[in-house]
């Protein structure tokens, strides 16, 4: 019990007060601990002479600078202007701002008195980068505690970097010094320039830090080259511009008059400026005049190359430009002798790219020349000998394979010397929309159109055409010939996707074929292992889906195929092995299947492919289906009375006169078992029927 009372008696010392006991009703009673003497009362701070805040302006609001280094320089006052005093080593105070950006001087300082403020990454706009005020101080007495303070504001701006390359003839100039002239800033209403302590590496390159906001020019120098300025630059705070790009080339101007050789001015002729050190090259246009005119043509050695539309093209001049200099280069050229025009679309507009004959109706005789140009010009080289051989005239025409071709243009001989505009008629249209495999709409498509003239000349493709798609994945194209077509649109991107197959449709003239939407396949990924009829892997067997994408085996037989379909066919095939094709493979979207383990046998003369389904030969019929050209005896085909020459329109009610081969086996395919009906033409071309056949498995000889 008594070291009880210790512990209590030592805690209560501690909190200042003593409990004790009292032996009548044992209740703690406090005693009051003696209290230390009072403290004298503190003098009260005088007051700074001079106080402020250093901000800049972030989300819109004015908000302090912390860290900022303020300074203050003070000169006795003797009654004049504070504006005009130079504080060259005057005494100098300096203090740095708090979290808050403020700041204050409590320093017995008085007189005219110059403040400065500056931070790291922050800059005033001026050509040192600080911001300044000048102001007047009284004299205080000592212990002064009532006066207020001086209060300045300063407003800073967030430094920027312009970062670029210095080129002479197109090539990095290694060395060149930059600087910097600032036109517009707001913290100087003159401009200014800034030398910074910057070069060009080996590639031409250079960053400088610290810009101010505003409207920038940025110099370059180099002591072989001479000086480049580029354009003014608007600098936002704390922003970055593109990239600058100063050229070092010396240049000068070439200028002249191109006429033909009856002194008749050409216009449209076209001079080429070439730099004969890089090879590079640059082309005036003679206007309605024939007057060209270059400027900024590189200054050393050039070649001055006048050539025109039905002109022979004159000899090459080479002359040496100065710098700085201006060039006169006049040039006559020589007509040529043969047939010219030009080629319009059907709003006026010229067409490159399109080829046009001339032919006498009365011979036969044929003149044709090279595609027009980009102005849609042609010239037909005739020499005048050769029109001997046209009597009366020439017919003209002109075709391009997005257009129709123009009307015939009838032109007699005494009019052939002139100019003969042909015009080409509008085309047909096509459009619909293009999704991925998850219903997501691309930017681009490919397509791959053909023209099906059903039996007369087979298919005629036209050149794949890459689509820029609008927003949604719709598409709007035209050029196109009318007729009937068939074709392909591949992903522009992916090259596992299996191309949409666009079903027969009819472009007409007037109104664009609307194709709807047009979707690729889902797709998924399949795995397995193929051996041979022991269980050897066999390496560098192919997998392939049809009009899809292929893959083969590794070392141990093992294979991945992606952008598989469900209800695709897949064909395995080695060589010296018979080919075995599976059909109607299920797979989930974005999901892997594994395919197991697929046995192919050696070939041993008994055939030459295994699958599961009707036992026949096909090919593509003339006009439209799958023609069977050879039914397998004893085949599936064969016992449901199929004879060779027969022509599937449909498979279980889908009509194939516009799918692919590939596509039309892949719906005739099956497990071995499993039904199939299809529509058939007889041989001799009597009325179709529907045959049920029951798939099985099939030997291909």
């Known amino acids: 019990m008594r070291s009880v009372r210790i ?236 990239v600058v790009e100063l050229d070092l080339t010396a240049v000068g101007t070439v200028y002249g008059i191109v006429r033909d050789t009856a002194g008749m001015s050409i216009a449209g002729a076209e001079v080429r400026i070439v730099d004969l050190e890089s090879d590079e090259a640059r082309v005036a246009v003679t206007d309605a005049t024939g007057a060209y005119r270059l400027d900024g043509a590189v200054a050393g050695l050039i070649q001055v190359c006048p050539s025109a539309h039905r002109y022979e093209a004159a000899d090459c001049r080479e002359l040496t430009l100065l710098a700085d200099t201006e060039q006169a280069v006049d040039a006559i050229l020589v007509p040529r002798q043969g047939l010219w025009g030009r080629v319009v679309g059907p709003s006026g507009e010229s067409v490159a790219g399109a080829y046009v004959t001339a032919v006498s109706p009365e011979t036969g005789v044929t003149f044709f020349g090279p595609e027009t140009d980009e102005q849609g010009r042609f010239f037909i080289d005739v020499p005048a000998d050769h029109l001997t051989e046209v009597p009366g005239g020439l017919t003209f025409t002109a075709r391009h394979p997005e257009f129709l071709a123009s009307p015939s243009l009838e032109v007699l001989k005494d009019a052939l010397a002139g100019e003969h505009v042909l015009r080409l008629g509008a085309g047909g249209r096509v459009a619909g929309r293009v999704l991925d495999g998850k219903g997501v709409p691309l930017e681009l498509a490919v397509f791959e159109l053909r023209v099906d003239h059903r039996g007369e000349q087979g298919l005629e493709y036209l050149d794949p055409r890459t689509v820029t798609l609008a927003p949604g994945g719709h598409f709007d194209f035209g050029g196109l010939p009318a007729g009937t077509y068939r074709g392909l649109v591949r992903h522009p991107t992916s090259t596992t996707s299996r191309p949409i197959e666009l079903r027969r449709f009819t472009v007409s003239l007037g109104r664009p074929a609307q194709l709807g939407t047009l979707r690729f396949e889902p797709e998924g990924t399949l795995v397995g292992r193929v051996v041979d009829s022991q269980g050897q892997p066999l390496q560098n067997a192919r997998i392939a889906m049809a009009l899809g994408p292929d893959t083969s085996t590794d070392l141990d037989g093992r294979f991945r195929l992606d952008g598989v379909v469900t209800g695709a066919a897949i064909t395995v095939e080695a060589e010296g092995y018979k080919r075995r094709l599976i059909s109607k493979i299920a797979i989930s979207v974005g999901r892997e299947r594994d395919l197991g383990t697929v046995k192919l046998k050696a070939l041993d003369g008994n055939g030459s492919a295994e699958y599961s389904g009707i036992g026949s030969g096909v090919s593509s019929a003339e006009n439209g289906g799958v023609l069977l050209h050879d039914v397998f005896p004893d085949s599936p085909a064969a016992r449901a009375g199929i004879a060779s020459g027969s022509i599937v329109v449909a498979v279980d009610g889908q009509d194939v006169t516009d799918l692919s081969v590939e596509r039309a086996i892949e719906l005739m395919l099956g497990p071995a078992g499993t039904a199939v009906d299809l529509q058939i033409i007889p041989p001799d071309g009597g009325e179709p029927r529907t045959v049920r056949v029951m798939r099985a498995d099939v030997v291909a000889p």
Request: with cysteine; aromatic share 4%.
């Open 7 to 242: 512990v209590l008696l030592v805690a209560a010392i501690a909190l200042g007060a003593v409990w004790t006991l009292r032996p009548s009703d044992g209740e703690a009673q406090p005693i009051e601990a003696a209290s230390p003497d009072p403290a004298p009362p503190k003098k009260p701070k005088p007051k700074p002479v001079l106080s402020g805040v250093v901000e800049r302006e972030l989300l819109g609001r004015r908000v302090g600078i912390p860290g900022a280094l303020v300074r203050l320089q003070c000169l006795p006052e003797d009654g004049g202007d504070a504006l005009d005093a130079d504080f060259d080593g005057a005494p100098e105070l300096r203090a740095l701002t708090g979290r808050d950006g403020r700041f204050a001087f409590r320093q017995r300082v008085s007189g005219r008195c110059l403040v400065r403020a500056g931070a790291p990454k922050f800059t005033a706009g001026t050509p040192d980068g600080e911001a300044t005020a000048r102001v007047r101080l009284p004299v205080r007495a000592a212990g002064d505690v009532s006066s207020e303070p001086e209060q300045v504001a300063f407003r800073l701006y967030a430094r920027s970097t312009v970062s670029g390359v210095v080129i002479r003839r197109g090539a990095g100039v290694e060395g060149a010094r930059l600087s910097l002239v600032v036109q517009e800033t707001p913290g100087s209403a003159s401009p200014f320039g800034i030398e910074v302590d910057v070069v060009t590496d080996d590639e031409g390159r250079f960053t400088v830090d610290g810009v101010p906001p505003g409207v920038v020019r940025v110099l370059a120098e180099h002591d072989e080259y001479g000086t480049a300025e580029s354009d003014e630059l608007t600098i936002a705070e704390g922003a970055a511009p593109d």
